[in-house]
């Protein structure tokens, strides 16, 4: 199953919520992101069927491996751009909304180049 920018949206919100508190439950999701319940439960169970994710009969939800590789990378990606833009002078709060869609898209290549840019200065 390939993962569109909504459900990388979804994993990414599942790993910064983790890594924050431990536990997660698609509440935490509809609290962080804004989102309706109905919207969250869809997208939680498109993300447990496509192996993204588990969700324990009391509703907490965990990453499976591929679901924290792909989530890390989109983490990783969010944070390195957001460092980028805020150090070509954009503000802190468009430099993260814009991060926030650049990775989505970005290939490899130039997320790579990038970084490697960034560690240089």
């Known amino acids: 199953m390939a993962l569109q920018e909504s459900g990388e949206m979804y994993l990414e919100t599942i790993y910064v919520l983790s890594q924050r508190g431990g536990s997660v439950r ?14 969250v439960s869809r997208a939680v169970g498109l993300l447990k069927s496509g192996g993204y994710i588990t969700v324990s009969p009391e509703g907490y939800i965990t990453l499976t491996d591929s679901g924290f590789e792909i989530s890390q990378k989109l983490f990783e990606r969010h944070t390195v ?5 805020m150090q070509l002078g954009v503000d802190e709060a468009t430099a993260t909304e814009d991060a926030c869609r650049i990775e989505h898209v970005i290939s490899e290549e130039s997320f790579n180049a990038l970084k490697k840019y960034i560690e240089n200065i």
Do not use: Q, T
Request: aromatic share 6%; net charge neutral; hydrophobic share 30%.
């Open 26 to 39: 698609s509440i935490d999701i509809c609290e962080h992101l804004g989102y309706s319940k109905p919207s």
């Open 81 to 85: 751009l957001s460092r980028v833009l």
